[in-house]
DNA sequence: CTGAAAGCGCTTACAG
DNA sequence: CTGAAAGCGCTTACAG
């Protein structure tokens, strides 16, 4: 028995203590509990003083569902992942890991808590968090199919539902989106492998615009490409999700069409190094044969051997920022989408000047 | 707008629709509306199919903040995640990532909303969650001096708080815990390493029963030399935290000494990886010079070149299990500690006969 | 099977 | 600066 709970039995209590506990130990009424205990600047200090040690002596907390009721909000953000179904369950993207660390410290420094759910995109989700006030409002992360559900989108927004969203900032996007820059990403990576003397340069990923992301990085491939004069050859492209599963059998694919190439950009590290793998299967070098590059710059890329060129995305600032425009919208301030730099990062896996400089 | 706010809007409301707006539609009382939504089976078939109708034409959700100040619970699972306060804050352990994951997986399955908090060991989180009624149950996870902290656990015990614990499972702990057998991997992974012909076999971690966890993997390294016949060598540990920065650092320490070693048992992946790091800077080849092995598992693991030789601890298993016997606590049942299996998973780093097999 | 009543534990306008 | 009163939106024993 605690000594909360002593003080409490002396007084024959049983079970928690309320605000009508507190007032009662420190001679006030129970509303002045409360403004005590919210810091009203209405309560004198000396009644503060004694409502605060009545409370610690009984080990009283403010109960969250009460308090929650009568004041219409939650004091909680929800995190909604959303994960391909087709992907593999046991493993979470960890890229998204990173962001979801970096959203989780970002509402605590905030005061919110983070309530975590992973969601199938098909899913009616749209209002079991706001809707029944679980949450203040949502935070929307996946590389999810955006053209397909953004009717889920427009319902949030007809609904009144606060949210943010991590992914493509795209004109005439329902809400407020908060992305990297993927087309500046995807061309600096291009030109980069052509800096090296790649000349046929293939594109691991889904391309089309139901992978916004994907796709806003194949555009800057494309766009690169032309600067330098080189041609775009469709036979170089091949779909993958992000997955190191994806990204290994689009390899495969690709090297089974016959159509050489001298560098390969994955649209996702993760495809990046299932496509490593495949190559070093099919007696290919990276990067003697094959320069290769990522994006995202996970925690992986700069293990694996040789390590990844790739294109970092800072996700402590974009947890920051989720955040931060989410809380502007719950507040009732205006909030707009915007875009973050991205930062390339050149290491051995693409560098073919490298090439005989290590005994590897 | 939507359907249900044209709806509503017909009717004469604002705002959210309450059960009284859904008992108004339905032509019922509205006690009615709230038995028909929680299936009660008091409720006529007919009866419960024109309040559902109802309910999903004003897109009516019911106020979880309300259930659940009526119903005294919370549905909600909170997840404490400890850090030491030292470690590196932009990239939280990876081994805790895929628990975090599991477990968030876990809830949702049992229907529970997962709350998300990083806690310091020395913050007087006890009565945060619980106390407040933000949360039915509480899960402790992280590398943590549950010595020195061992009042808060018993705080949580006398207060009646719900928890499951992550970590050592020891004797004579407050409350319930689940771990895997740390004792059994440590020394699983230095007997290996004695047949792959070691006789200097150095350990990296953290060894007091500060970090006990850490300990038992200590524990079973030195049970595992005693049965070998080796002498334990005290200068052949070092202390290291869970990180990439300590392992390397412990590993520039023992170099320092001079005492000569054929083999690193680091007590976690991340200090394997840091401790890999810093052998190649010192001209040392692994597994060649300096067999190396982790614990954990964690992703990169099978990336690192060498491969990490390392103890597989199931996340998947351990999350289902720490939410199922929270569960059964808060639902007035008994739950023991138990420990899981854990599996040597041999790679590259601690083949010493590998040596030459492959041109590296 | 359904309704009228009470109450979960707070917060906040209102009155003093 | 403080208290009495009302009410947030449900759920559930009680009565019929």
Redesign the pocket.
């Known amino acids: 028995m605690c000594a909360a709970e002593r003080a409490r039995a002396a007084a024959g209590m049983k ?2 203590a ?3 506990d507190i007032a009662h130990l420190a001679g ?5 509990v ?2 005590a ?2 810091g009203s ?7 503060r003083r004694r409502v605060q040690s009545a409370a610690e002596a009984l080990g ?1 907390k ?2 969250k569902n ?2 929650n ?4 909000h939650s004091g909680t953000l929800a995190l909604l992942l959303f994960e391909d179904p087709t992907a593999d369950h046991s493993h979470i993207n960890p890229f998204f890991l990173s962001m979801l660390g970096s959203i989780t410290r970002a509402s605590a420094q905030q005061g919110y808590d983070l309530l975590i759910s992973f969601q199938q995109f098909s899913r009616d989700w749209h209002a079991d968090f706001a809707g029944c006030k679980k949450a203040d409002g949502i935070i929307l992360l996946g590389y999810g199919d955006y053209q397909s559900h953004r009717d889920k989108l427009e319902k949030l927004v007809a609904q009144g539902t606060r949210f943010v969203r991590w992914g493509a900032v795209l004109p005439g996007q329902p809400g407020v989106s908060i992305g990297c820059d993927n087309f500046l990403g995807g061309r600096m990576v291009t030109g980069h492998l052509v800096e090296q003397g790649c000349r046929r340069i293939a594109f691991l990923g889904d391309a089309t615009p139901h992978y916004p992301e994907f796709h806003e990085r194949y555009r800057g491939y494309v766009e690169a490409l032309r600067a330098a004069g080189l041609p775009v050859d469709e036979t170089l492209r091949a779909d993958a999700e992000s997955t190191e599963r994806a990204g290994y059998e689009a390899t495969k694919t690709l090297l089974a069409r016959d159509a050489a190439f001298d560098a390969l950009f994955a649209a996702s590290d993760l495809i990046a190094i299932g496509a490593m793998r495949a190559l070093v299967e099919h007696g290919l070098g990276v990067p003697r044969d094959v320069a290769l590059a990522g994006f995202d710059d996970i925690p992986v890329a700069s293990f694996v051997r040789p390590a990844l060129t790739t294109v970092l995305q800072d996700t402590g600032r974009a947890g920051e920022l989720l955040v931060d425009h989410l809380l502007r919208l719950i507040h009732g301030r205006s909030a707009e989408s915007m875009m973050l730099p991205v930062e390339l990062k050149v290491r051995q896996s693409s560098l073919r000047m490298m090439r005989g400089r290590r005994a590897r």
Do not use: H, M
């Open positions: 079970g928690k309320t605000s009508f006030v009424s129970q509303p002045t409360s403004r205990l919210r600047p209405l309560v004198s200090e000396e009644t009283y403010v109960d009460a308090s009721l009568r004041r219409q």
